[in-house]
């Protein structure tokens, strides 16, 4: 069977919330699975949840579980009739009358929106299909220009491009959302609507070390503060949607390419999401763009690609996870992907471990592809930094941690498996050489890369490196 690098994370909702849709999708290929608190009750999401650890137990494959925060939502109110019909060049104001709008006005209950605008600034309504000009306004009140006109309904949303909003990350619903999230043992918590670093510390000091941070990158301001966002989370997500509508629309694959290239170099998972699958919502097979849109992911060296409502709402959740499957192993066949992880490899720094992965990557050069590499890691942090070298052999992650496991569900090219806390390397070669050939990553005569250290069992201390041979 092909190894498969790259991984597969979906979205659950209303297709796919039981067992046997959640098992289906598995067997199509899912690693991660993501529970969207923007939408769906508690109940649902334990549900959901309970049911993928149960499936965890019952196959001994580790999946990952995503919980994805809302984050603020900005909005207009609602109109007389639910909807209205705004036309090019007509005066349209937004203020904080709680009032049905019509064509003249609308609600906008946002104060923190009017304190931060400027003359001739654009707003954004509708994913950026309504285009509104600022000329004048107030503490609580603007009057606009409609730039592009178009119908708008209730409760759309409002984007501001390139500003900074006085405003925090977390609402009161995502704290809640995260108390019951971490409550449940989530893997992964993903950030909405991250401006600036202080954000994700903000958000550290809630969850502490209960589960791994994936940060959306979702608004320009963000992009500002990259590398610094990507060295506090532990992962991040290319949240194309907000960011095709607030930054210009042609500047997001460059967007995208740079934000994976900064994850990669800090050794930190990165998902890219957003109508990856758009149009398998209602049809059988995807576009061609669609199916390039995947490949180009994977070229730049993706961790994962995602699905939204391709399998939470989708009529063809099952086929979209498997054509993913299948555009992902056609390009990580093509010679060119090989040549692409090889141009990309990154210099090492100035660590034991890192010294240690760096000579992985070019030990497995030499021995012309070994079967495998076993990492034998407590936090998961040298497995990590091996899969940040691309070195297109797959990784077995064996720790004695199940949390860890999960978590590396995520991770390009890592198998987790459990096993019991190891005392030695005399303990650790024969249980690397069984479970490799056990999960069929190895066969006999071939040779593995295993990696641990001493002390064992510690966290922090790989510092050794053994070439084993599956008798």
Known sequence: MQ???????????????????????????VNVFRLNFSHGDYATHEKNFKAIRALSKKTKVSYGILCDLQGPKLRVGQFIGGKVVLQPGQIFKLDMEQVLGDTNRVSLMHP??????????????????????????TKNSAETIVVV???????KGVNLPDVELPISSLTEKDKKDLKFALSLGADWICLSFV??????????????????????????????????????????????GDLGVECPIESVPSIQRNIIETCR????????????????????????????????????????????GETAMGDYPINAVSIMKRVILMTEQDPYYKKAMGITTLPPDHTIASAITSSVHQIAQVLKKPACVVCYSVSGKTTLRT?????????LGLTIDEKIANKLA??????????????????????????????????????????????????????????????
């Open 3 to 29: 190894y498969r690098f790259t991984k597969i994370v979906a979205t659950l909702g209303p297709a796919t919330s039981n067992k046997e849709m959640i098992e289906l999708l598995t067997r199509a290929g």
């Open 112 to 137: 923190e929106i009017f304190k931060v605008l400027k003359k001739d600034m654009m707003l954004l309504l509708n994913d950026g299909n309504i285009q509104l000009r600022v000329t004048n306004f």
């Open 149 to 155: 006109g178009g119908e708008l309904s209730d409760h």
């Open 195 to 240: 401006q600036k670093p202080q954000d994700v510390i903000d958000a550290k000091e809630l969850i502490g070390n209960k589960a791994g941070i994936i940060v959306k990158i979702e608004k320009p301001s963000a992009l500002n503060y990259l590398k610094e966002i990507v060295d506090l989370a532990d992962g991040v997500m290319v949240a194309r």
């Open 265 to 308: 170099l800090a050794g930190k998972p990165v998902i890219v999401a957003t109508q990856m699958l758009e149009s398998m919502i209602k049809a059988p097979v995807p576009t061609r763009a669609e199916v390039s849109d995947i490949a180009t992911a994977v070229y730049e060296g993706t961790d994962a690609v995602m699905l939204s």
């Open 387 to 395: 899969a940040r070298e691309r070195t297109l052999v797959p990784i």
């Open 410 to 471: 995520l991770v390009w090219g890592v198998q987790s498996y459990i096993t019991k806390k190891l005392q030695d390397m005399v303990e650790v070669t024969p249980i690397a050489l069984a479970t490799a050939e056990k999960l069929k990553l190895a066969e006999s005569g071939d040779e593995i890369i295993i990696t641990a250290g001493i002390p064992f069992a510690k966290k922090g201390n790989t510092n050794i490196l053994h070439v084993a041979t599956v008798k």
